[in-house]
């Protein structure tokens, strides 16, 4: 699945700047316009980097920043903050209160966009590798295709995007409702059962003989994916 950014930001130009340019290098794009939509999408929609405003109408985006670096789920979130304040002891605050960088308007969106991805490829380098590894598994984005110890694998759509979501997560526990999440979106109409037949298959087309399942299933929890055999 393609890294999904948040962008809080007020100023509805710059945000129609920022996600035509980010949609356009790939990237899944969610939006708030204000700190209290932003701190509920954090909390539902998991993204994998936010781009934070400063001013921003109510919660300011400096709180917004202190209150995501406060939670243990979201302490490590990559965050980029956009401001006009460009003093020095401005700067020094933001970082200091927890963003991992810093750029000052009016900036090149070039230049952001570069930030975006050497951060993402810095905190998550699956989200953004052509090809993700695990467990005897190649999944080439590129070519769209999946091997196991060299063997090709017949993947079917919905299972190579469940395979993807579990190889850009491995070793970490994800829920059915995640996974239904990110395979299928918010707005399917899938109840969580379906994830299970779907897992069933995923499994059947990358295990032969004695091979090792490298998908696991976590009684109460939902399904994890062991990255080395």
């Not at 890294?3 to 939006?31: F, P, W």
């Not at 401001?83 to 933001?94: H, L, N, P, V, Y």
């Amino acid at each position: 699945m393609p890294a999904k950014v948040l962008i809080v930001e007020d100023e509805e130009s710059l945000v129609e700047i920022l996600r035509y340019n980010l949609q356009a290098a790939g990237y899944t794009v969610v939006h708030a316009a204000s700190g209290t939509d932003a701190i509920m999408i954090v909390r539902e929609e998991r993204p994998d980097l936010i781009i934070l405003d400063w001013m921003l109408p109510g919660l300011a985006g400096i709180e917004i920043c202190r209150q995501i670096r406060a939670r243990p789920e979201t302490k490590a979130l990559p965050i980029i903050i956009l401001t006009a304040r460009g003093e020095e002891s401005d700067r020094i605050r933001g970082l200091q209160t927890g963003a991992d960088d810093y750029v000052v308007k009016p900036f090149s969106v070039s230049e952001l966009m570069a930030r975006v991805t050497a951060l993402l490829r810095r905190v998550s380098p699956d989200r953004i590798a052509d090809t993700l590894e695990g467990n005897g598994i190649k999944f080439d984005r590129i070519a769209h295709r999946v091997t196991r110890f060299g063997r090709e694998l017949n993947v079917g759509p919905t299972e190579y995007r469940l395979l993807e979501q579990f190889m850009e997560n491995k070793g970490r526990v994800l829920s059915r409702a995640q996974l239904l999440d990110g395979t299928w979106g918010r707005d399917a109409e899938v109840d969580e059962r379906t994830v299970d037949v779907h897992v069933g298959r995923l499994r059947k087309a990358i295990v032969s003989g004695n091979q090792r399942d490298p998908i696991r299933t976590v009684r109460g929890a939902g399904y994890v994916f062991d990255g080395d055999e």
